[in-house]
């Protein structure tokens, strides 16, 4: 898992900032509308979370399940021997480990991420919204808190707000990536919300029913935003304009797909890149 040669820290953050602009182009242009100070303690976040990420859904769906499991696991354990360490080898892991140094981030955000992780290889499905509210703990709203430091809140009031944030984010993918998680053999939407309405997912149809349960989605999606909503208000100038813009960005993609009638089978709900560009170009000229 390490580097084959020595890695420096700058050459770490490229990578971690490249992992982002190649995989998370919503949440990378927001980043923009950050300080250049600050950015790239965001990128390494993502970093970690997409390398964790890749081992779980990337390594090969032939890769029988202990296999991931234990490499995820030793993905864990270098990363906290590392930390513990203060430094790491590994391409990715050595601006983790100088982020969550510098911020004093709690390490038990990153249990909880990788606990969630370990779910994805052996939870197909989530009976109710609080059961996926256990598993998004760790996958959404603990990015939130990890973000934290980062971002400099007034308050401490602020931390149920960007876990809210997170899960807004993580509620928005879901809906859009469907087919995507179909493929995985996975259904994040609650499995009491599918038989309430009477919708299948696996018809690959946007059926009235379909239709009917994507707009409860949406509309509990649209809460969580509201709550977020309160967490920014928060935040100081600097960090302010980077999170709206991910806010602004990622709820385009909740209109979209309410503008196409919740069918997110026939063609996936994008935002252009040049609204990208214009929404984080306002955000930023007005910090």
């Known amino acids: 898992m390490s580097a ?6 700058e050459q770490s953050y490229a990578r971690c900032r490249e992992l982002n ?15 250049r100070v600050k950015r790239h303690h965001v990128w390494a976040l993502y970093g970690f979370c997409r390398y964790a990420d890749d081992i779980v859904d990337d390594l090969g769906s032939s890769a029988p399940t202990e296999v991931r499991a234990k490499a ?22 050595k601006a983790v480990v100088h982020t969550v140094r510098a911020f004093a981030i709690d390490p038990d955000c990153f249990r909880r991420f990788l606990r969630s992780m370990t779910m994805d290889l052996t939870v197909a ?12 703990d760790g996958s959404a709203a603990v990015i939130g808190e990890m973000m934290l430091p980062i971002l400099e809140p007034a308050s401490p009031a602020a931390r149920p707000h960007a876990q809210d944030l997170g899960n ?8 859009r990536d469907v087919g995507e998680d179909l493929d995985r053999g996975r259904v994040y939407l609650p499995q009491e919300d599918l038989r309430r309405f009477g919708a299948d997912p696996w018809l690959r149809r946007a059926t009235p029913q379909w239709q009917a349960v994507m707009a409860f989605e949406i509309e509990r999606c649209r809460e969580l935003y509201h709550s977020a909503d309160v967490g920014l208000a928060m935040l100081p100038a600097s960090s302010l304009p980077g999170i709206r ?22 063609r996936r ?3 252009p890149t040049w609204r990208k560009a214009l929404t984080v170009g306002r955000l930023a000229v007005r910090r």
């Open 125 to 136: 499905s989530y009976e109710t919204w609080d059961d996926l509210l256990a598993y998004m």
């Open 4 to 9: 084959a040669r020595p890695v420096t820290l």
């Open 72 to 93: 995820l696991a030793a993905f864990g354990d270098q990363f906290f021997a590392d930390l513990e360490a203060g430094d790491s080898a590994d391409g990715v892991l």
């Open 168 to 175: 807004a984010f993580q509620l928005t993918n879901f809906l």
């Open 269 to 271: 709900a994008r935002v």
């Open 21 to 35: 602009r190649r995989y998370g182009t919503t949440y990378y242009w927001s980043t923009k509308a950050l300080p």
């Open 245 to 266: 813009a991910a806010r602004v960005l990622y709820a385009g993609i909740l209109d979209r797909i309410e503008a196409a009638g919740g069918d997110v089978f026939s």
